[in-house]
């Protein structure tokens, strides 16, 4: 099942793409990586917040 991911503004996704190159790159990576799996990636990739 694949995913989409919407940015929550364009304020947002501008934002994103602003930043330097590589950051936006590894950005870009790991959405695509969330599309194709879903937001349960594991880490290094993700990790629980407070108790999970």
Known sequence: M???IDFYSERVER?????PKML????V???ER???HG???GEPH???MGDG
Do not use: C
């Not at 936006?24 to 950005?27: C, E, L």
């Open 2 to 4: 694949g995913y989409r």
């Open 15 to 19: 934002s994103i793409y602003a930043l």
């Open 24 to 27: 936006a790159v590894r950005f």
């Open 29 to 31: 990576a790991l959405a």
């Open 34 to 36: 969330m599309e194709q």
């Open 39 to 41: 937001p349960n990636l």
């Open 46 to 48: 993700t990790k629980a």
